[in-house]
Structure formats: structure tokens, C-alpha cells
């Protein structure tokens, strides 16, 4: 399983971005899909998270503004950031709680970081 993630850049506060994660591979299914910033202190914390029901939930510092969606027949996770502040700067990473069917387990994969920089 590997995961691909792409739409990062430079964008001037108020504007938009769409972080894009597919997860490639077989023999496996997906619980839920998420997206995750790094904070100066090196943590991870959960910005979006959307489950397979397609419940999603928000940290509050991106409600109303960004939007998580899935595309199940992709197997891909999208995050459509609108309305950037500079304070939305940082490295997002995807992740996503995977469960082999060959080896009975469950884990959570992460994607590589891909870096949004917003100007104020």
C-alpha cells in the first residue's frame, strides 16, 4: 500500500488550494481517510476527517472553509481549502486507516507531506 499526495503550493491569503491523496495498491480496504497538519512542535494535528459513511469531521479553526471529500473508485481523499489564512500555513499530511484482507490487520498509513504556504 502506498499512498500519493499532491496540491500544495504558494497561495495569497484568501485564496484556494486542493490537497489530493490516492492510495494505491490491492488486497485491502479503507475505514477512514484524513488530512493532518504539522505543527511547529513537530505534532500532527487533525484538520479533516471523513469516514466511510461519509461522515466528516472539522477541526474548528477550518469549519466552514474546508470541505473533505472521498472518491471511493479512486481510492482517493481530497481537501478543498478555501478562504486561506496565513495561520493555515504548514505541511499537510494524508492518513489513512487501512485494513488487509490478506493479514487480518488494520493500520493507518501516511502519505508524504506536501507543504501549503499561504502570503498574507
Known amino acids: 500500500v502506498q499512498l500519493q499526495a499532491s496540491g500544495g503550493g504558494l497561495v495569497q491569503a484568501g485564496g484556494s488550494l486542493r490537497l489530493s491523496c490516492t492510495v494505491s495498491g490491492s488486497g485491502f480496504s479503507i475505514n477512514y481517510m484524513a488530512w493532518y497538519r504539522q505543527t511547529p512542535q513537530n505534532q500532527r494535528d487533525m484538520v479533516a476527517q471523513?469516514?466511510?459513511?461519509?461522515?466528516?469531521n472539522y477541526a474548528d479553526s477550518v469549519k466552514g472553509r474546508f470541505t473533505i471529500s472521498r472518491d471511493n473508485a479512486k481510492n482517493t481523499v481530497y481537501l478543498q481549502m478555501n478562504s486561506l489564512q496565513s495561520e493555515d500555513t504548514g505541511l499537510y499530511y494524508c492518513?489513512?486507516?487501512?485494513?488487509?484482507?490478506?493479514?487480518?490487520?488494520?493500520?493507518?498509513?501516511w502519505g508524504q507531506g506536501t507543504e501549503v504556504t499561504v502570503s498574507s
Open positions: 471523513i469516514i466511510n459513511d461519509g461522515s466528516a
Open positions: 492518513a489513512v486507516d487501512i485494513r488487509s484482507l490478506i493479514l487480518y490487520n488494520t493500520r493507518t498509513y
